[in-house]
C-alpha cells in the first residue's frame, strides 16, 4: 500500500538488508581508554584487518570537536574498506559528517526522530533489554538491535544484565539483526550459539588487546563457530 511504513530488513543507501546482517558479524565499538598511546585511527584499521565489520565510534568523554574529528577521520577508513560506520548517540553529528548511521539507546533520541533526521539511507541501531523494547524499536524503524550487557563488563558499569533465554527471545520476536553485547570475547562467544544472534559486539576485546588486529582474527574465529551465515 502507498505510504506504508516498511517494516523489517530493508535497502539503507549502499548498504542491502543482507549486508547489514552481515556487518553484524563482528562489531566493534571504540574507546581511546584502552590504546595506551596508540591512536584511535591505527587500531580501527588493525581491528578491520582482522575482521571487524563493522565500527561504532562511541567515546563518551570526549568534546563534541574531538568526536568530529575522530568521526571524519574513522568514516573515511571505514569507507575504504567497504565498512559500516556510526555514531553513537549524536544524530546531529552523525548527519554533519555523513557517517553511515547513528546507534541509540532508550534512553537516547528516539528511533523514529533520528530516522526522520538521517533520512532512509542511514542504518539506525538501537540498543534493546526485553522483547517489547525490541519490537517497539523494530516498528520504530531500527535496521539492527544491541542486546546487552550479557555480563559484567567495565564500558557499562550499570548495565542490566541480559540473560541468554531473553537474547534468544528477542532474535525471535523481530526480523532485523540482533547482536549480543557486554562481556563478548573470544572466550565468551561459545556462549552466542543457538540464540540466534546476527553476530557479536565488542569493545575492550579488540581495543584493550595488545595487537588489535590479532585480537580480532581471534575473536572472528571462534564468532564463525556460533553465527549462521
Known sequence: MAGEKRLGPCQRGPWSADAIRKS?????????AWLRGRTLASCVEDAIA?????????????SVE??????LELKDICAAHHVPFVLDDDVELAKKVGADGVHVGQEDLACS?????LGEDAIIGVSAQTVDEAVAAWKAGADYLGVGALHPTPTKPDAVDVTYGELTRICAAVPIPVIGIGGVDATTAHELEGTGVAGGAVV????AADDCRTATEKLKA??????SA
Not at 66 to 71: F, G, M, Q, R, S
Open 50 to 62: 582482522g575482521g571487524a565489520t563493522f565500527i561504532q565510534l562511541r567515546e563518551k568523554k570526549a
Open 66 to 71: 574531538e568526536t568530529e574529528k575522530l568521526a
Open 222 to 227: 571462534e564468532l564463525q563457530k556460533v553465527v
Open 204 to 207: 575492550s576485546a579488540i581495543f
Open 113 to 117: 526522530k533520528a530516522r526522520e533526521i
Open 24 to 32: 553484524m558479524f563482528c562489531y566493534a565499538v571504540t574507546d581511546r
